[in-house]
């Protein structure tokens, strides 16, 4: 069964840091692009960032300096590190496998808050 599992996050004080993990199981991460996205209320959900095939990755341009994605093929899990965390990073985070190369399709995690406060 293809499934992505979430963990981390929770309420942080600004100016810190957390690290958000996803699990995957079913199929293998090294060979896909995988993401994460984020929900703030009120708002669409936006890229945060990407890791791909070859183990390059991309950024939205406002996450660049404070946002890490990372993968551990070996644990078959898919990293974020997010440091000097603002209020404004307040939302829900998912993981995103994107398996589209291999006809597969898109599959997401069950989502994680992160809540930025003091």
């Known amino acids: 069964q293809v499934q992505l599992v979430q963990s981390g996050g929770g309420l942080v004080q600004p100016g810190g840091s957390l690290r958000l993990s996803c699990a995957a199981s079913?199929?293998?991460?090294?060979?896909?692009?995988m993401s994460w996205y984020r929900q703030a209320p009120g708002k669409e959900r936006e890229l945060v960032a990407g890791?791909?095939?070859?183990?390059?990755?991309n950024y939205a341009d406002s996450m660049k300096a404070r946002f890490t994605i990372s993968r551990d093929n070996a644990k078959n899990t898919v990293y974020l590190d997010v440091n000097s965390l603002r209020p404004e990073d307040t939302a829900l985070y998912y993981c995103?496998?994107?398996?589209?190369?291999?006809?597969?399709?898109?599959?997401w995690g069950q989502g994680t808050q992160v809540t930025v406060s003091s």
């Open positions: 995103q496998a994107d398996r589209r190369n291999m006809l597969l399709g898109i599959t």
């Open positions: 079913g199929f293998t991460i090294g060979l896909y692009t």
């Open positions: 890791i791909h095939p070859g183990g390059s990755t």
